[in-house]
């Protein structure tokens, strides 16, 4: 046999010397390279493990208290005795973490980067802590388990689990990176913003907005209005800022009355600002001349495929995902004309960067009452 024939197919001959069609090609990639280059496949999978290499690191390194250590330099033998952990584990792991940009070593000594003080250290105003664990049960939750979750459906959270628990205190910290901030800024700017008296955020879960606001002028009263599960978050927080002209209503705004007299109503990323039917409470609600300032996702049709596929794979006591905030349509013809009948007239309309992820934005139209 010459040293050719062993790449030969059965296609190509047989025991008899005649075709056998239909057959397998063994042998072929022992001569012949593959079709689509190794490299395309390998970079896929390297990139994929490593960033599950990096939220895993960033997890473990929350858990153990590194960052919450690494506030003031330490040696590794110092750092190794305060964690628990053995020299020859904690030094890579250090490696690694000063690799990622979130620590940074000199002269043997380890401490936290500007990026792990400001978002991974939990005394940090803009700690995302709440939210690297609400990613973290998605990843334990649903993509650990995709095949199952592809053949029987959706993964349900119970909404006092999942929504009240991780979701919203997850919101907040994403609002402090830049979202809130840049809101509040153009709320303020309002012509006779240092005049208004009372407000209310509708739906105001975390209540940021409203005590960002009320801190911006001396005489605003706020009011976060939301279900009785929500409000002990925003209280949580009234209490850290001190903010003592805040207070919570427990409610349901399309059942309950929300009051009146109002200089400012404010909706955020709930039904609130997307309901043509609430439109009649939030105009009745508001003085003459007031605002109702409405900030909004209407990105459900510029998510990337990640993203997309995500949202598929979760829902919150089985309901479907058509009944979310985030896929209502917003500012339809139907609502425009809905506010221009409630005596609503639009004066801006404008996108807002959202910093939760890469080119995001949200859309704040603002309204003013007809005097």
Known sequence: MRPDDIFRTKEESSADGSASPGTAKPGRELRDEPPVPPEVF???????????????????????????????????????????????????????????????????????????????????????????????????????????????????????????????????????????????RVISDLPGFSSFRKMIDLGGGHGLYAIALAGRNPDLSAIVFDLPGVVPLAEDYIRRYGAGRVRTVAGDFFRDDIGAGYDLVFSSSNPSGKSIELLDKIGAALNPGGYFVNVQSDDEGNRDPYSAFEWQLWTIDNRPKATFTKDMPFLTPGYRAALLSHGLTVISEEKVRDDYHPDATVTMIITRKNE
């Not at 980067?113 to 690297?132: E, R, V, W």
Request: overall charge negative.
């Open 42 to 184: 390998f970079s896929l999978i390297d990139s994929g493990m490593h960033g599950l290499i990096e939220i895993s690191a960033i997890r473990a390194g929350i858990e153990v208290g590194i960052f919450r250590k690494l506030e003031r330099s330490r040696s590794l033998p110092d750092l190794s005795r305060s964690l628990g952990i053995r020299e020859d584990l904690l030094a890579p792991f250090c490696t690694l973490l000063c690799s990622m940009g979130l620590l940074r070593e000199e002269g043997g000594l380890y401490r936290n980067s500007g990026l792990a003080s400001t978002y991974l250290f939990d005394k940090s105003p803009y700690s995302q802590i709440h939210y690297l664990e609400k990613t973290s049960r998605m990843v334990e939750n649903v993509w650990e388990h995709l095949p199952g979750v592809l053949r029987q459906g959706p993964v349900s959270y119970e909404r006092e689990e999942f929504f009240d628990a991780l979701m919203l205190p997850s919101m907040a910290e994403n609002a402090l990176t830049g979202r809130l901030q840049r809101t509040v």
